[in-house]
């Protein structure tokens, strides 16, 4: 878990005393922290709160920055910084030539952010170039934020370098990508305290997080434990004192302890089991999920990205070839789920990883960014011999998973059936328009192979109607005997899409049957159709799709 220290590099914040423990265990993360400071800026040299705009503040990077009624620290805007594709992208602001090297300053700005891991680290840095006319890179002030909850960056005596040129002050991130809000970013004269009302420092055991241990933190932490809910994210992770990843018993019995002098230090740590906001807390499934399109910049290579290579196999409709993208940092000694991805009529395996497509670095994208397991594709074809999008679940079966899981490694143990079998929740099948008409057909076909279907803009040519298509499926899983946790189908396509008028009926129908649970909340059901508003059949379109729905599969075992 990562650390939550109080990383204000402010020389003259106030140091209130605070009725935190002062830890035993050397290794406490969460060291007693400084309040927040109090008093009013004076000798304010700039004082940006984003109610009007972006305010000469401009994107960093690959990053964007936009004005935002989203969140706000105060007033009713903040600066919504997004689209950051390395850590150091972010909101920046050229300093105006008033400012002097070799001078010190006192400087603050509140960030927060929303989505992504349970802390994160923050920088409020200067850019400057030398006297060579080199640029560098000093940290005006860091601190670690927990998601939803403001924290203030600040340095009351920051000197910019003598001889610096070509000042820039941007906030960033350590290592994270996370989209955060940036509000009152202010200057003054070197030793001026800058207020905020972001919130203090985090404190374990302080749930209601004003600066203080008590009475009624325990009856906030109580009610959480029993409820089951917290106010905020940060409350909760607060209550866990003993860093276990969950609430217990055992955490609200030490606030008691420590507010009635039973106790002075924090608990020994325990072994995290499901840490929150770590990688084995449950997937943090949206149940209706709704079209999303990724960021441009997922089309461009990122700093870390997989391997394409065209592979070729004697099969039973006789020599073809099929594409493997591999992620980062492939290891033959790793298992990697897999994921089967067809093509539609009159296009070929060569698409989808070629520059029409771009599909390797939209997963090459939301691998790095951790949206997605590094996980393998490979894009067969149903063209060649006597094959069709109708019969190639034949081919996938004797060919093409034999052939690609002996050379690659997935979760299969063997290509044997059983081993096959054995590793089906880690294997996956999709496609689009006949690609779509293959997936149902794997799915009627191949329920031991496969346990998550991805069919996109494309109906299943298993029957005249809606109804016979939808029970023919049924059917197939009657006959595979597999339970509704152990299957999932989750299809999609465009409300334009010719394909919409085929697949909605079907979907509607399958609905109504007991082998489903409709919903994309993949613990809870097992079928889900995501409709993108006016979108027509294109892969331009459909694999946006893909990238959105990947990462919802494979976590059900
Ligand atoms: C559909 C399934 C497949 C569909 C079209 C196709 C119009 C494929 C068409 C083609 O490849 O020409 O539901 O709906």
Redesign the pocket.
Known sequence: MKRIISLLSAAAVCTAALTAPSSSYADNPYAPALLSPVSAADSTIFNFTFESGTEDWEGRGAAAVESSSSAALNGSKSLACTGRSESWNGAAYPLPASFSAGTAYSFSANIMYDKGKSTDLFHLTLQYNDANGEANYDKIASGTAVKGDWLQLANTNYTIPSGATDMIIYVETDSSRNSFYLDDVAAASAGTVISSNASGNFILGDVNGNGTIDAADLSEAKRGLLKGEYSTFRSEFASDVNQSGTVTIADVVWIYKFVTLAVSDYPEKAEPENPIGEEDEPFDYNPALSYQASPDYYFNTPAQAGKIVKESYSSINGQKSLWVYTPYGYDESQKYNIFYLMH???ENENLLFSDEVHLKEMLDNAIYEGKLDPLIVVTPTFNGGNCT?QNFYEEFRASVVPFVESKYSTYAESTSPEDIEASRMHRAYGGF??G??STWAVCRNCLDMVGYFMPL???H?GANDANGKAQDIANAIDASGYERDKYFIFAATGSD???????NPQIQAMKNLPQFTYTSDLSQGNLYFMVAPGLT?WWGYVRHYVIQILPYFFHEK
């Open positions: 539609g009529g009159g999008a328009s006949m779509g008409v803009s494309g109906d040519w899409d010719i394909a919409y008028p085929n697949v059949h």
